[in-house]
């Protein structure tokens, strides 16, 4: 039968056509530590405009890449929608990550333009020289460009850009839906990050279940904080999500510890704040010493690893509500969300309510056993989790990776169940990849640089239950017969290896590392030690 409905194409640029028009006077705010700087979605168009005029004269004219290098923050909202409106792609870069790896990742994306906020002109300069690809750089904000000058880029000021540009732009209407908005990379596992690439279809439908009431349910009645960095994962879609519902944002910027970010909730009255465990386990311990008003506070959504249910119980207390949330950068990210069933009693709720939480309309999830044999979803049957559906990759840019899809479905890496009902609950993951404050760690990378110090002769690094961070890596090291080497030495030495954060605080020496029937380290047994405190650990706080 032939459809009479019209054929129109799912965007980025609609989402933006429609939030500064529709809602021209609600406002975005950044913080800047001293107060809030604010604009309306109607300037914010404009200015996104002008970006986009702006891109153009420096030689964006197709799909080509622009990254940022940016704390979430007006001028990055202007990027968001600029980019994919004009028909290029937006990268976002994670500033947190090792060097050796932003380089690939802007080699590997073929960057043309890097957008930079001023405070993290230090962290980029002495990258830029070896940004192959990369001809333009634009700063935001006030900075001193002698470390950029050396690298032989074009430096441009962003605001002078804006003010030299139209104040219209001549959006196209020709883009594809399945053409690309944005990407961002992903280093779960070992090796090589991988890029995921979001069309602006998929882009679309994320906002749109966001937006519903079995994920976060957003309107035009919500101020939103996302304190989740837009480099991680499209700050879980909530920006998107925030201009298709009419709902004013504040931007935190830099400025991400308990304090700022209690003043910004007070004060903002904010109805939404999203967060890793560990931000949250800092602002409740904050609260509690010092006080505060959350009464605003309708939803937390919090995600990037397990939250533990002591967390949110403790912001029950304070009268917040507190969801736990599943996905990942595969899954743009948001997958499932965990309220508890209408209805429920108390109990029954928390029993939900601790699961990573029931699938969203539009994916569809299920379990693989030994030799991909599907098990049902009776909420008992554990193995490998895989998804599919409108906003799930179906292949990594440039790295098919067969390895990780499963006839049309993504392998996800995660070990757990799914319930009748539809609730997942993740049980272990697959590969031994810590997750320390959302983000991963390589316990192989580590593994690896450790026994490339010639005193080592076998190390193993498990990760290890931490009060602030969720996980930390433990090392267990055996030294070379006749050898000697301190902890200290240890740390330098990867320190110099891997980012300063990933570095383990926690170390033990041991004889052997105990081994499967296959010749493996046998992990498991590790963590077990660990926890039954046989383990000799030093603890470097």
Known sequence: M???????????TSIMRYATTVFGTVEVGTYTGDGVRRTTYAELGERAARLAGALRDLGIDADQRVATFMWNSNEHLEAYLAIPSMGAVMHTLNIRLFPEQLLYIAEHAEDQIVIVDATLVPLLAPLLPQMKTVKHVIVVGD??????????????????????APAVYDWPEDIDERQAAAMCYTSGTTGNPKGVVYSHRTMYLHSLAVCTGNALGLSSADKVLPIVPMFHANAWGLPYAALMAGASLIMPGRFLQAEPITWMIENER????????????????????????????????????????????????????IVQAWGMTETSPLATVAHAPHGASLEEGWRHRVTQGRLLCGL????????????????????????????????????????????????????????????????????DVIKSGGEWISSVELENHLMAHPDVLEAAVVGVPDVRWDERPLACVVVRPGASVAVDDLRAFIAARVAKWQVPERWAFVAEVPKTSVGKFSKVTLRRQYAEGGLDVTHLL
């Open 364 to 431: 569809e999830a299920r379990i693989a056993g030994d030799g991909d044999v599907i098990l049902p979803s009776d909420g008992s049957a554990v193995g490998e989790v895989e998804i599919r559906g409108a906003w799930i990759t179906g292949s990594y840019y440039l790295d098919e990776d067969p390895a990780k899809f499963h006839d049309g479905w993504l392998r996800t890496g995660d070990v757990g169940m799914i319930s009748p009902s539809g609730y997942l609950t993740l049980t272990d993951r697959a590969k």
């Open 270 to 321: 904010v109805t939404l704040a999203s967060a890793v465990p560990t931000i949250w386990n800092d602002l409740l311990r904050h609260v509690r010493a010092n006080g505060a008003d959350l009464s605003s506070l309708r939803v937390v959504p919090c995600g990037g690893s397990a939250v533990p249910e002591s967390l949110m119980r403790g912001f029950d207390d304070l009268g917040v509500r």
């Open 143 to 164: 900075a001193d460009l002698g470390p950029l000058a050396e690298s032989g880029k074009d430096l441009h000021s962003y605001e002078d850009l804006l003010a030299a």
């Open 2 to 12: 032939l459809s009479t409905m019209q054929d129109f194409p799912l965007t980025v």
